[in-house]
Structures are given as structure tokens and as C-alpha cells.
């Protein structure tokens, strides 16, 4: 374990937390806040805690499996809880337990909030509180790689650690490249939909806020009501759009781009996303048209934003999804657990990783009638080895077994089945509302610091996809060691 170069990159990380908090500070002196030296206070501190770290002397640069591991668990831990400082400085949240919740929650991109009235809060705070969304959305180690190569000579650790999916890798021959087409096809899309949203009427700081949540698949938006607010057909068209752009495989876009678009449209994992939300918005439809909505427009209108707003495990509300019929809501809840592409920005398990689920359960089936036939999985005509098929499996497992802790212990302290149920699984999903008392008109402010403290875990450990984090917790993982 390279303990030194581990400290160092963190470092570097919290460097570019406090760089990130400048655009903040610039909306909050726009506006002539208060709230002005909150920023520069937490922009000082994080400054200063990084560039001690970054004077570290590393004789031995390189990146191990273990270091990349170890220094995205500990980045993000420490990037989430020094984001709270603009929320408490500023006393727009003072109770630190919640600002570290929305801290966590923002670069999670969960988008679980504890604040009950949005629209009270300062412009700047706002605006930080949704540009956690944008950074943690792509991944902040990813942004370190694009803009500080020299610090981690080996990134591809970092980049495997942090990248959600089952198998990220690259798609040029250098690391940095790779980030940086990540980030440019990132940069482009949140740069579209902001125009889209100023045409649609949108003022630019809530064309900005709500792109960083859709693009971000975050939710936070400048409104008590969220999207909600606007009642407006096009911005609920656009926002879709993006969401569901974003729940996509980056790497599709460049590939499309550099080849052709009929390679990316053959992709596998592309047409079983697209086939997800096709039927379980058709369902929806179905089962809301003339019981909920008169129309079978309102009915497509709100079920299809719904289904690409928990698909791509965004969060956004445009209806109370809570008064719905409840086949209605146990669609919505399985789109919970299946989420968008593997190395996009969505959460959820991943429908990669669904996809091979299904395909172990019929070669397992399959085995019962021709127990001598020797059957591998495909995906895309390319055979998938069994490590990581394992590794699927041991995911869904471990999803599964988290999950149900979480559950036990929201209840132990005292909240109802449904409000601990959703709660586990919207925050270790990423998606943000669930049901119950943290439904889609709720929040999470009513919670107590032992479930704020859970839920912070379990959103942490979902946009980690839980290894980086559970390694922590093991001995022989901080031996010293050579790989």
C-alpha cells in the first residue's frame, strides 16, 4: 500500500473541491450575499488541508489495485463531508450532521434533501449544492485524471474504482485521454441542455441548476416543487431527453462518433435500457390512463418523465408518484434497482449487469435438461469470463444484504416499513425520493442523525458500487504490500 501517494492524490482532490467552489463564490457576490465568506472560509480550509497533503514526498508514484481503491474511498468520504462547509459556515444548514447529508447526497447525485423550503436559500448555496450533482455525476478522481495527470502516473486503478459498472476501462491507448473525452462529452451535454432550457423560458441560474441535475442524474433543483414548478410540457420533454442521454454508456457516444452510429445502436446493453423504458412507461400508461389522468397525453407526459427520471435514477418529480395506483408504484420501484448503463452517470445496479443476471439464470436452467452441453454468456458476441460472472452475482448479493441492514436499522429507530424500505433502496440506488415519508413531496428532514448517518453510508457506498468502501473495513486490506 502506497500510503503516500494515496495521501498526496487525496490532496490533489481537495484542491479541486476548493477550485470547484469559485464559480459558487462568483453567484454569491453576483448577488451581493452574505454568504460570500462562507465560501471563501471553506475555500480557504480545503485549500489548505490539500496543499499540505500535496507537499507530500512520494519516492515510489505508483498506483496499485489497493491504492486506487483506498484513495477513491477515503476522496470521497472527505470531498462529501468538507463539501458541507459552505451549508454550515453559511448557516444555511446548521446542523452538521444534515449538511453532511446533503453534502453526501449532492455528490452521490442521490439528490435526498433535507431542506424543507428550497427557495429560501441563497443563490450561491443553490448553486453549489447543484454543481456537487455535476461533479460526482462524472466522478471527481475522473476529473483529478483529466486535469492533473501528473499526480497518478497509473490511473487506470482510480479509474476501475470510480467509474460505475462492471468492466470501465479505456477506449483510447492513454488513461487522461479517456477522461477527457469523458468530460468533454459531459461538458457538451450539460452546454445543450442549458440553451434547450433558455429557449424554453428558463432564467440561466435555474437553466444551470436543473442541467446539473439532469445531466448528473442528481434532482436538486431551485424549486420547492422541482420541476414541477414550471407546468410546462417542453421543459419536461428536454429534461427527459437529457436524463436519459446521460443514463447512456459515454463511451457509446465516442464510439458513435469515431465509427459509426449502427455500432453503438448494436450494443446490448443499449437496446435493453431503451426496452426498459419503452415498457415500463407503456405499463404506467396503461395503468394511469383514465384513473389518475382524463388524457392519454397527461398520462404519457408524466409516466414517461417519470420512468426517465428513476431510470437514470435522477430524481425529478413533475407528479406526487405516491398517489398512484400501486402497480404503478411497484414498476417505479423495480426501475429503482435496475438504473441506467454501466459508465454513465446513472446509479442503480446496471442493466449490464441485469442482462447477465438473466443470462446465468438460463444457462443455469439450461443445465438441468443438458448438464454435459458446455454453455458460456455473451455479451455482444463477446464471451463473458466467469470471474466476472461471479462478480456479478456477489454485487447483487451484497446490494441485496446492505440493503436489508439499512431496512432493520431505519426501523429499529422507529420509522414505518414503507419510509425505511424506499428510504434503503432510493439512497443505495441514487435515486433520491422514495415512498412513504420520503416521497416525492417529503424529505428527509425528519429523520433522526442515526438514520441521516445510514443513509449518508449507503448513498456513499451505492455511487461506489460498495467495494471501495467495504475494503476499508478490512484488516489485511491496509497491510503493506506491493500490488
Not at 442521490?110 to 453549489?128: C, H, K, M, S, V
Not at 388524457?295 to 431510470?311: K, N, P
Not at 456513499?460 to 460498495?466: C, H, S, W
Request: charged share 10%; with cysteine; net charge positive.
Amino acid at each position: 500500500m502506497n500510503y503516500r501517494m494515496i495521501l498526496k492524490s487525496i490532496g490533489a482532490v481537495l484542491c479541486i473541491e476548493a477550485a470547484c467552489m469559485l464559480p459558487s463564490l462568483g453567484v454569491s457576490l453576483l448577488y451581493k450575499e452574505i454568504e460570500v465568506l462562507a465560501f471563501i472560509l471553506s475555500i480557504l480550509i480545503i485549500s489548505v488541508i490539500g496543499l499540505s497533503l500535496l507537499r507530500i514526498a512520494t519516492p515510489n508514484t505508483s498506483i496499485y489495485t489497493r491504492d486506487g481503491f483506498a484513495l477513491v474511498a477515503l476522496g470521497w468520504i472527505l470531498v462529501s463531508v468538507l463539501g458541507a462547509l459552505p451549508f454550515v459556515l453559511s448557516g444555511s444548514i446548521p446542523a452538521v450532521m444534515d449538511a453532511v447529508f446533503e453534502s453526501v447526497s449532492g455528490f452521490s447525485t442521490t439528490g435526498a434533501t433535507i431542506l424543507r423550503d428550497i427557495e429560501a436559500l441563497p443563490q450561491g448555496i443553490l448553486f453549489w449544492r447543484s454543481f456537487t450533482h455535476w461533479m460526482g455525476g462524472m466522478g471527481v478522481l475522473v476529473l483529478m485524471i483529466a486535469i492533473l495527470p501528473s499526480v497518478q502516473p497509473n490511473p487506470l486503478h482510480i479509474l476501475r474504482a470510480e467509474t460505475p459498472g462492471p468492466a470501465p476501462g479505456k477506449f483510447v491507448p492513454k488513461i487522461r485521454q479517456t477522461a477527457e473525452i469523458l468530460y468533454l462529452i459531459y461538458l457538451g451535454l450539460t452546454a445543450v441542455e442549458v440553451v434547450l432550457f433558455l429557449l424554453g423560458g428558463m432564467s440561466l441560474f435555474d437553466a444551470l441548476i436543473h442541467a446539473f441535475g439532469a445531466v448528473g442524474t442528481g434532482g436538486f433543483s431551485s424549486k420547492n416543487a422541482s420541476l414541477a414548478a414550471y407546468n410546462s410540457v417542453y421543459i419536461d420533454i428536454i429534461t427527459t431527453f437529457f436524463m436519459l442521454l446521460s443514463g447512456v454508456n459515454f463511451s457509446l457516444y465516442y464510439t458513435a462518433f469515431k465509427q459509426d452510429m449502427k455500432s453503438a445502436l448494436r450494443d446490448e446493453e443499449l437496446r435493453f435500457y431503451l426496452t426498459v423504458v419503452a415498457a415500463a412507461t407503456i405499463l404506467l400508461v396503461l395503468n394511469l390512463y383514465g384513473r389518475v389522468y382524463p388524457s392519454l397525453g397527461a398520462a404519457l407526459r408524466h409516466a414517461f418523465f417519470q420512468v426517465g427520471s428513476i431510470t437514470t435514477t435522477t430524481g425529478y418529480v413533475t407528479a406526487d408518484y405516491a398517489l398512484w395506483p400501486a402497480f404503478s408504484q411497484v414498476v417505479l420501484l423495480l426501475l429503482m434497482f435496475i438504473g441506467g448503463s454501466a459508465g454513465s452517470a446513472a446509479g442503480g445496479l446496471k442493466c449490464i449487469r441485469i442482462i447477465l443476471l438473466f443470462k446465468i439464470i438460463k444457462r443455469e436452467v439450461t443445465k438441468i435438461h443438458h448438464p454435459r452441453a458446455v454453455q458460456t454468456v455473451k455479451i455482444n458476441g463477446r464471451v463473458v469470463d466467469e470471474e466476472t460472472l461471479w462478480g456479478v452475482m456477489a454485487f447483487f448479493f451484497f446490494t441485496i444484504l446492505l440493503s436489508s441492514a439499512a431496512i432493520l436499522l431505519l426501523a429499529l429507530d422507529g420509522n414505518d416499513m414503507t419510509t425505511s424500505t424506499t428510504a434503503a433502496i432510493a439512497s443505495i440506488n441514487n435515486i433520491g425520493p422514495g415512498l412513504g415519508l420520503v416521497g416525492p413531496t417529503g424529505n428527509f428532514a425528519h429523520l433522526s442523525v442515526f438514520s441521516k448517518a445510514v443513509l449518508s453510508l449507503l448513498m456513499i457506498v451505492g455511487r461506489l458500487e460498495i467495494y471501495p468502501l467495504m475494503l476499508l473495513f478490512l484488516p489485511s486490506f491496509w497491510r503493506r504490500s506491493g500490488t
